[in-house]
Nanobody
Framework: QVHLVESGGGLVQAGGSLRLSCAASGSIFSINVMGWYRQAPGKQRELVATLTSGGTTNYAISVKDRFTISRDNAKNTVYLQMNGLKPEDTAVYYC????????????WGQGTQVTVSS
């Protein structure tokens, strides 16, 4: 089992910045993918950014050049630096973990609310 705890959400004005953190604990495998997804009201959950343990990143087109994902493997923690926030970035942001021993099954955090006012 893997437990994910997110922090760092909040209310910010358009153009502002926030930094999300997600700490993973439990049966962490050295080869894994951690990332961030978000879900706005009435919409499906969508990928924001992922980062493999080997350092490969993947970003949604809508956030590329504004958001940066990073990780500290020693702390099993992944970060999402969000700059130039827009009202359409408003959503609940979820941390995600997957790894080979569990067949790449998804583990999710509880979510953290990000609200961007115009």
């Amino acid at each position: 089992q893997v437990h994910l705890v997110e922090s760092g959400g909040g209310l910010v004005q358009a153009g502002g910045s926030l930094r999300l953190s997600c700490a993973a604990s439990g049966s962490i495998f050295s080869i894994n993918v951690m990332g961030w997804y978000r879900q706005a009201p009435g919409k499906q959950r969508e990928l924001v950014a992922t980062l493999t343990s080997g350092g490969t990143t993947n970003y949604a087109i809508s956030v590329k050049d504004r958001f940066t994902i990073s990780r500290d493997n020693a702390k099993n923690t992944v970060y999402l630096q969000m700059n130039g926030l827009k009202p359409e970035d408003t959503a609940v942001y979820y941390c995600n973990y997957k790894s080979p021993p569990t067949g790449w099954s998804d583990y999710w955090g509880q979510g953290t609310q990000v609200t961007v006012s115009s």
